[in-house]
Structures are given as structure tokens and as C-alpha cells.
């Protein structure tokens, strides 16, 4: 298995644009999550879907920020618009319930809003 | 509330020479606790874990970990640093009033080790 992929890795783009972060997560795998990463903030957990359904986005810092999963096989996660602060890493992690609530984590999309 | 503070942001150690990196945790339940590391520009990777079998935890590339319930801790040990474990290592702690899902991360340690 290839792993959690996400893209893009890298992102620039400017102040009001809208951005759209992708994940494929491990196959048979039947929870996904979000993550956002800062120097001031660690690891906060955004928004997590079980079997494709949105159980808490809790996390979600504002209106302009939407996740979605359409299939098993895929989520994304959209910011619009996009402003400064929304700098950061953002990773996705998939796991399988039946295990040990390990989390496999994809390699991150680095965003900068400039 | 569950909570997981790892008392150093930063450590620095000579290659060949033990690595102790430190944390506890606050959580009213019985905790799950895993050990993540980051090495830089990638994702988190598991190290290892625990989840109430035995209380030392032995886990990937030579580290371990010991729950000592009574003081809240689970550090991070490895008797010999190698170069390749310089990264950032994770403590976490999931489970009770946050939930299974509730994976709650520590700030973080920066492990420099030095020929």
C-alpha cells in the first residue's frame, strides 16, 4: 500500500483565493482525519469522518473552511477565502477501527497564503 | 479534561549516548498513550503504543516506553541515539471523556543529536 497520499505537497497562493487540499487514505480503512499543524498551535485535530460520514468538525476554525469525503477512497478539504493566518501544515490520517486506534498519517500539504 | 504535557521542547544528545525524553499525562480515565515522531517535511509516524497490557512498551528502531500510573508518565527511552533519530517526537493520549477519537498531542521535543 502506497500509504496516505495527500496533495499538493506545497501550496502558495494569495489572500482570498480558495484552496482545495486532497487525501487518499489507506484502503480498507474507515476513518479519516484531518489535521492542522503551527508553530503557536501543535497538532489540532480539524474535522473527522467515520465510513464517509462527518462526525465532529468541531475543529473547524471558521465558515470558510469545508470538508468533504465523497467515497472511501478520497476527502477534501477547502478553504475560501484563503487569509494569512491559515499558514500551516495540513495532514491527513486515515485509520482502521478495528485496530488499535493508530492513526497512519499522510506526508502534510505545506500552505502558505500570502 | 485530558491533557499531555512534554516537559521539553528540546533536547540535544551525542550520537551513541541514551535518549530520555519526557512526558505526562493528565486523564481521569484509563488512558491510551502513543509516541509519534515527525522527521522534517514528513508525516507522523507511530513508535509505539500503549493501551493497558504491559507497562513497558517497546516500539520501533530501539525506543521504548514505560506507563508509571502513579506518576502520570510515560517518557521516551532509547540506550543509544543513533543520527537518524533526529526529529520531533510526539506524546499523545487518547480515550476517556475526549473519546476514542479524541486524540489529544503534546507540543512536541526537538531530539538534536551530534556526532
Known amino acids: 500500500d502506497a500509504g496516505v497520499i495527500q496533495s499538493p505537497r506545497h501550496e502558495v497562493t494569495e489572500m482570498g483565493q480558495e484552496v482545495t487540499l486532497r487525501c487518499k487514505p489507506i484502503?480498507?480503512?474507515?476513518?479519516l482525519f484531518w489535521y492542522r499543524q503551527t508553530m503557536m498551535r501543535g497538532l489540532e485535530l480539524l474535522i473527522y469522518?467515520?465510513?464517509?460520514?462527518?462526525?465532529?468538525d468541531s475543529g473547524m476554525p471558521e465558515d470558510r473552511f469545508s470538508a468533504k469525503m465523497p467515497n472511501a477512497s478520497f476527502s477534501t478539504l477547502k478553504i475560501q477565502p484563503s487569509e494569512p493566518r491559515d499558514s500551516a501544515v495540513y495532514f491527513c490520517?486515515?485509520?482502521?477501527?478495528?485496530?488499535?486506534?493508530?492513526?497512519?498519517f499522510g506526508a502534510g500539504s505545506r500552505l502558505t497564503v500570502l | 479534561a485530558q491533557s499531555v504535557t512534554q516537559l521539553d521542547s528540546h533536547v540535544s544528545v551525542s550520537e551513541g549516548t541514551p535518549v530520555l525524553l519526557r512526558c505526562n499525562y493528565s486523564?481521569?480515565?484509563?488512558?491510551?498513550l502513543f509516541w509519534y515522531v515527525q522527521h522534517p517535511n514528513k508525516g507522523l509516524q507511530l513508535l509505539l503504543k500503549?493501551?493497558?497490557?504491559?507497562?513497558l512498551v517497546k516500539g520501533i528502531n530501539g525506543f521504548e516506553a514505560e506507563f508509571k500510573k502513579s506518576e502520570t508518565s510515560f517518557h521516551l527511552t532509547k540506550p543509544s541515539a543513533h543520527m537518524s533519530d533526529a526529529a520531533e517526537y510526539f506524546c499523545?493520549?487518547?480515550?476517556?471523556?475526549?473519546?476514542?477519537?479524541?486524540?489529544?498531542f503534546g507540543a512536541g521535543t526537538r531530539l538534536a543529536v551530534h556526532p
Open positions: 500503549y493501551t493497558s497490557a504491559a507497562t
Open positions: 484502503s480498507g480503512h474507515n476513518s
Open positions: 490520517a486515515s485509520r482502521q477501527d478495528s485496530g488499535a486506534n493508530v492513526l497512519t
Open positions: 469522518f467515520n465510513n464517509n460520514v462527518p462526525i465532529d
Open positions: 486523564s481521569s480515565y484509563s488512558p491510551s
Open positions: 499523545v493520549v487518547s480515550g476517556g471523556s475526549g473519546g476514542y477519537n479524541k486524540l489529544i
